[in-house]
Structure formats: structure tokens, C-alpha cells
Nanobody, 113 residues
Framework: QVKLVESGGGLVQAGGSLRLSCLAS??????????MGWYRQTPENQRFLVAS???????HYDDSVKGRFTISRDNAKNSMYLQMNKLKSEDTGVYYC?????WGQGTQVTVSS
């Protein structure tokens, strides 16, 4: 059974950085997934795509995070990452990793202004 576990969230001041990790288990390789990405759920319970590998080696970023966030993955570690720099208060939310139809439990990111 596939399980995704996020980590790395926390409380940070505006302008700071965090690195989120998503560890996949129960699968031979994360490259077996067609698509994977990071999503943010706002306090208003809206969930939207922040960054993703939509297929192959393509990378997509939401305009709000371009130039600040970097998505990456390491097949050897069955992990996907989100490096978040120059954080803003509007980046606050619960961050979920998703791989095809599988989801993690989320990790809270709070950016104080």
C-alpha cells in the first residue's frame, strides 16, 4: 500500500526558508507515478497546486511561487522535496504532497509577518 509522509513544516518569519520532504513507501519507485506535486490548503480550505512534475521531466510552478520555490525529487530516496525561500505570509497553509491518486497527511507551514 502506497503511503506518503510529509515533513519539514513549521513556523518561520517572513523572508525565511523551509524545505519540505515527501517520503513515499509501498512503491518500488516514485518514477512509477505519472504525476506528482505539492499542494497548499489555505485556512479557507482551498487547495491548489503550488509546484509539480506533471509528467516526464516537465516542471510547473504557480505564478505566486515562481523564483522562490523549487521542486525536486530523488528516486533513490523515494522522495520529493519543496525548497521554499523568501517566504511570505500568504504562503501559510497546510502543504500536501500528491502522487497520482495518493496523498500525504499534510504538514503545516506558518509564515509570520
Amino acid at each position: 500500500q502506497v503511503k506518503l509522509v510529509e515533513s519539514g513544516g513549521g513556523l518561520v518569519q517572513a523572508g525565511g526558508s523551509l524545505r519540505l520532504s515527501c517520503l513515499a513507501s509501498g512503491t518500488g519507485s516514485i518514477f512509477s507515478f505519472n504525476a506528482m506535486g505539492w499542494y497548499r490548503q489555505t485556512p479557507e480550505n482551498q487547495r491548489f497546486l503550488v509546484a509539480s512534475f506533471p509528467g516526464g521531466e516537465r516542471i510547473h510552478y504557480d505564478d505566486s511561487v515562481k523564483g522562490r520555490f523549487t521542486i525536486s525529487r530523488d528516486n533513490a530516496k523515494n522522495s520529493m522535496y519543496l525548497q521554499m525561500n523568501k517566504l511570505k505570509s500568504e504562503d501559510t497553509g497546510v502543504y500536501y504532497c500528491g502522487m497520482d491518486r495518493f496523498w500525504g497527511q499534510g504538514t503545516q507551514v506558518t509564515v509570520s509577518s
